[in-house]
């Protein structure tokens, strides 16, 4: 197989499908270590509560959600409605 101008071994079928499925196994695991990272992930994020405009925040948040990424924690502050 040429790709770019270079030859490329992939080597027998046996090969090919081997290689996929040891893909298709990392794609699984990547997916589970994001899952571990990210376990919140529910809802999106927005600049406004709806299409309108928004008052200012309070000066001083309620209180704050510890969140860990990447093995870091975070404070992330949250307000009373």
């Given at each position: 197989m040429v790709i770019g101008g270079e030859a490329l071994n992939v080597g027998t079928i046996d090969d090919v499908v081997s290689n996929l499925k040891n893909g298709v196994t990392n794609i699984g695991q990547l997916i589970q270590t994001i899952k571990s990272i990210f376990p919140q992930q529910v809802g999106t994020t927005a600049t406004t509560a709806t299409g309108g405009?928004?008052?200012a925040l309070p000066s001083t948040p309620a209180g704050y959600m510890?969140?860990?990424?990447?093995?870091?924690?975070?404070k992330i502050p949250y307000y009373n409605p």
């Open positions: 405009s928004a008052s510890n969140v860990t990424l990447n093995g870091v924690t975070v």
